[in-house]
């Protein structure tokens, strides 16, 4: 379905506010067609952009796209540095057209090792989108939620060893302004392409209540219909975030 026509049809406070997605199989969708598998990172590529494009045009408000992991510095060495190859330049080609769009991109983990040059397109392109207010899209880029949830807790300590928090007193709130997504909503909805049922580090936080959403598409596959598709299943799941499913049933029925 278009995500006009689906639009159409879906009341908009159904949708998710924030999506993540695990990007995975484009090793195997390249080894499918006899090809390296770089030519599947380079087609997941396309898949990233017809995916944007369809959440900005639903009213989605956050999509997390996780690209790089902190532990995919494990893979060989030519794959990595061909990836990083890949990032700046589709960087540098797409920032224009997200812009256009009213798409505000942020990159999220540890870009210190990220070459200086990539470094500089990142800051250059968070600073061009920084005032849209269309999709947030943040790209996870050497993330991995346990560095997340660890950057967050240092920044933490940092404030109790000042003396502006003492330990006793901290909530949630106070570690949850120091993580990737601070400000953003929690992940409603998280899919993982390519057949894999784990979270892989990925949004341990934000994920708390998300549901899960695994396909066996490998993702340079993925386009609009995959996503109205994982949409439509998600607005048939009844969130109970601890309830009963009675408590649940009330609670719609006064909001009638
Ligand atoms: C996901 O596809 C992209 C990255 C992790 C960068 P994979 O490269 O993991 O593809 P498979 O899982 O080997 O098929
Ligand atoms: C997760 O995919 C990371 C990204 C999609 C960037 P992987 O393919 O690296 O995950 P594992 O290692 O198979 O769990
Ligand atoms: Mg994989």
């Not at 005032?131 to 560095?147: C, H, I, M, P, R």
């Amino acid at each position: 379905m278009s995500s006009q026509s689906f639009h159409q049809e879906i009341d908009p406070s159904l949708l998710p506010k924030h999506i993540a997605v695990i990007m995975d199989g484009n090793g195997r969708w390249a080894k499918a067609r006899g090809k390296a598998r770089m030519f599947g990172h380079k087609a997941g590529v396309d898949a990233v952009r017809k995916t944007v494009s369809a959440a900005n045009r639903l009213g989605i408000q956050v999509l997390t796209l996780f690209a790089f992991s902190s532990e995919n510095w494990r893979r060989p060495e030519e794959e990595v540095s061909l990836l990083m190859e890949l990032f700046v330049t589709v960087l540098g080609r797409e920032v224009k057209r997200l812009h256009k769009n009213g798409v505000k991109l942020k990159v999220i983990g540890d870009t210190t090792r990220f070459s200086q040059s990539l470094q500089d397109k990142i800051a250059a392109a968070e600073a061009l989108t920084a005032n849209n207010t269309g999709l947030v899209l943040n790209v996870a880029a050497n993330y991995g939620g346990q560095w997340d949830i660890m950057q967050a807790v240092k920044k933490l300590a940092a404030q109790v060893e000042r003396g502006e928090i003492p330990a006793g007193q901290l909530t949630e709130g106070d570690l949850q302004v120091h993580l990737s997504c601070s400000g953003l909503p929690d992940v409603d909805l998280m899919i993982r392409t390519s057949g894999e049922c784990r979270i892989s580090n990925f949004m341990l936080w934000q994920a708390a209540y998300a549901e899960l959403y695994f396909t066996e598409q490998f993702w340079p596959d993925f386009d609009e219909t995959s996503l109205t598709d994982a949409i439509a299943w998600f607005i048939n799941r009844e969130r109970r975030f601890g309830c009963t499913g009675e408590q649940i049933k009330a609670m719609l029925q006064v909001e009638k």
